[in-house]
């Protein structure tokens, strides 16, 4: 069977030096993968020109709906990869984290779009004043590149690699194609395939790469992003490409590192942490037979609990089933390919130059419903280097597969300095009840790190465990580990998008962002807004409210409803040393009595408000102050309905805006309110 790819909407058959693709377990052909043919120029500008112009033109929000159609379709139909994954050599297990996580983080890219405005484009930070007058302001902005995403995936998540990627840069308004790698792209191409059938992304969105990619990057240009996941030596041999380095196109690079995980001294046999930290590594060692770029490498013990941790990881090992993954009780599969095999026995050879074996015997070892010579089998191995500081090679020299090395230290200092001698890593793991010593841990051993998990009792209720990169957090590391991040939430999407700084008026840039700047120009209409619908405001449409006069009964009252008795709102004679002249009306009473006047108390299109953001008060107010509010529109956000039983609205973003006799503000916040929408009028 020859695989198709999928580029400029269409399946094209490889024509010439295919690569044929294994079953992990059996050795069976599969069948071959291709992509030299390939026209990379005109594959690139379709997904820059058709592709990228259909998902610039719409919304973030718009952008997250179609996401979360895609999530949702793909959940619906995801039992059907499982087959093809255990080809892989997975398990269901392994499966699982590989689809389902796939799909959960499509999902949780979606549920992103809340944090972005209705539009197109993101508003990034606060304004800068950039004058004395305030007439001259800057803003920054992002927008989405007018390139296309190349990623470049590794074998070992088929499923995962892809959509943990596309799901950010579709979310950002990027195109994307996709190069699988060519030993596992049969599973990316079948979950591709039904993405397409599917017609949810626009024609251009997603295009995918079977074959060995060759040449795929020598026609970037400078708003084209790439990402790779894979071995460091080939990242960094990439991201020195002419093409990269003459364009300055950004290049995520998320190697696969030495990571480590660190048994405190406190966490002895008997307590729960122990039992934890066995259980981790143990995972982490057998999970994708160890083919993970987050699994860990070196075990950092204190010298006096070394043996006990070998003997009790060594049982656990021990009880893990290898074979066959669809076998009932199959608990760990294989490795990728025989090629894969033969490349972590070599790397093996050299850690055993610095280490012995405590655990394993690739000569000896039992597999279940299957050949042991067919399949890509190993066994899971554990290593000791008694003497890590001197004998360095279980800091550089990484066997991808289920192989870790254990080792003593004596301080926590050591501990850190241990973990840091992997020179840059993914993820490492403290294992301990004592704060004190995750403290410690943390602030000597962060910098090395993408992300550090603080495993415990407490935790482990629902900790996602060592190996689990979250979405919402970021998935990278410096140094070995590439330097780079994914996902990370908006992080992730701003990776996507180009920053520019805007400067000009508060009225050109509330203009040009839609979004009020304060100084801008606002606009009053006879309508109060609290009487228009969503869709009938506008950006900088102001209601200028009557006043009110503050006196001394109007804080009195306040304390004594409220409860907030502070000295300086009760107690005049205990100013002498505060920047206060005399008794102070409270700052809730103040936002209080502001929405006193710019509330339109009759029913309308306003059904609530929810919250209030960036609240500030810049001046005392005391008894005699005159206060007033200028209430803008500042931003509109729309919203999907849940249902069709839901209410048609979106948020509109309101600028309080309470100044005195004088002109001058005395305080500023933003409220959030929900309005119905004319269709649902």
């Known amino acids: 069977m020859i695989i198709p790819n999928y580029v400029k909407g269409k399946w094209v058959t490889p024509e010439k030096n295919t690569i044929a693709q294994f ?8 069948g071959e993968v291709g992509s030299d043919s390939l026209d990379y120029p005109s594959i690139l500008e379709y997904g820059r020109k058709v592709g990228g112009t259909a998902l610039r033109k719409m919304t973030f929000h718009e952008r997250g709906r179609m996401i979360k159609a895609l999530a949702l379709h793909l959940n619906g139909i995801k039992k059907k990869y499982y087959p093809l994954s255990y080809w892989t050599g997975a398990t269901k297990v392994d499966s699982w984290i590989d689809i389902d996580g796939g799909i959960g983080t499509l999902f949780a890219y979606a549920s992103l779009r809340k944090k972005f405005p209705s539009q197109s484009y993101f508003v990034d930070g606060e304004t800068v004043g950039l004058s004395k007058g305030g007439t001259f302001i800057g803003q920054h902005i992002m927008v989405p590149r007018r390139g296309i995403a190349i990623h470049i995936n590794a074998f070992n998540f088929p499923i995962w690699g892809m959509l943990e990627k596309i799901a950010v840069n579709l979310l950002a308004g990027m195109s994307a194609v996709v190069k699988a790698s060519e030993l596992t792209s049969f599973l990316t191409q079948a979950m591709v395939k039904d993405i397409d059938a599917s017609g949810i992304l626009p024609d251009g969105a997603l295009q995918l790469v079977c074959g060995n990619g060759h040449g795929i990057l020598d026609d970037l240009n400078p708003q084209d ?3 790779f996941t894979g071995s460091a030596s080939t990242g960094r041999m990439l991201k020195t490409l002419p093409s990269v380095i003459n364009n300055s196109v950004p290049f995520n690079l998320e190697a696969d590192s030495l990571n480590c995980a660190v048994l405190a001294k406190d966490a002895e046999p008997g307590t729960p942490e122990f039992d934890l930290f066995v259980k981790e590594v143990r995972k982490e060692m057998t999970v994708k ?6 699994a860990i490498r070196r075990i950092i013990v204190p010298e006096n609990l070394l043996e006990a941790v070998e003997s009790e990881l060594s049982k656990q090992l021990e009880k893990v089933t290898m074979g066959d993954p669809q076998v009932e009780g199959v608990k760990m599969g294989t490795l990728v390919t025989m090629s894969q095999q033969m490349e972590v026995k070599k790397q093996l050879d050299k850690l055993l130059k610095v280490s012995e074996i405590v655990y394993g015997n690739q000569n000896n070892f039992k597999v279940t419903g299957a050949d042991i010579n067919k ?3 190993f066994s899971p191995t554990l290593l000791r280097n008694s003497d890590p500081f001197n004998k360095t090679a279980s800091h550089e020299i990484e066997a991808f597969g289920p192989i870790s090395t254990i080792m003593p230290y004596k301080t926590m200092e050591e501990a850190a300095e241990l973990a840091r001698m992997g020179k840059g890593s993914l993820v490492s793991t403290i294992c301990t009840a004592d704060d004190n010593l995750a403290r410690e841990f943390v602030l000597e051993a962060a910098a090395s790190h993408g992300r550090i998990l603080i495993l415990n009792e407490e935790s482990s209720k629902e900790s996602t465990g060592h190996g689990s990169p979250m979405p919402m957090l970021s998935h990278g590391g410096p140094g070995r580990a590439g330097g780079g991040q994914e996902m990370g939430g908006m992080r992730g999407v701003k990776h996507y998008l ?13 203009n040009v962002t839609q979004v009020f700047q304060y100084g801008g120009k606002q606009i009053e209409k006879d309508i109060h807004v609290f009487r228009k619908h969503y869709e009938e405001l506008e950006i900088g449409e102001t209601v200028f409210t009557h006043k009110h006069t503050v006196t001394v009964t109007d804080i009195v009252n306040f304390a004594n409803v409220s409860g907030d008795n502070f000295y300086a709102h009760t107690d005049e004679t205990s100013l002498d040393g505060t920047i206060f002249e005399r008794r102070v009306a409270h700052g809730y009473f103040v936002l209080a009595k502001a929405a006193g006047l710019f509330v339109d108390p009759k029913k309308g299109p306003v059904l609530l408000n929810y919250g209030i953001d960036e609240c500030r008060f810049t001046k005392p107010v005391y008894p005699g102050t005159t206060l007033a509010v200028r209430f803008t529109v500042k931003e509109k956000i729309d919203q999907e309905k849940r249902d069709e039983e839901d209410i048609a609205k979106g948020i509109v973003r309101f600028l309080v805006d309470v100044y005195d006799e004088t002109g001058e503000t005395v305080a500023l916040a933003t409220i959030l309110t929900m309005v119905k929408k004319l269709e649902d009028k």
């Open 23 to 30: 079953n992990a377990v059996t050795g069976e052909q599969i």
């Open 225 to 227: 992003v790439v990402t």
């Open 289 to 294: 037979c160890g083919q993970k770029c987050t």
């Open 375 to 377: 399949g890509a089998f």
């Open 498 to 510: 180009q920053t520019c700084a805007l400067q000009g008026s508060p009225t050109s840039i509330s």
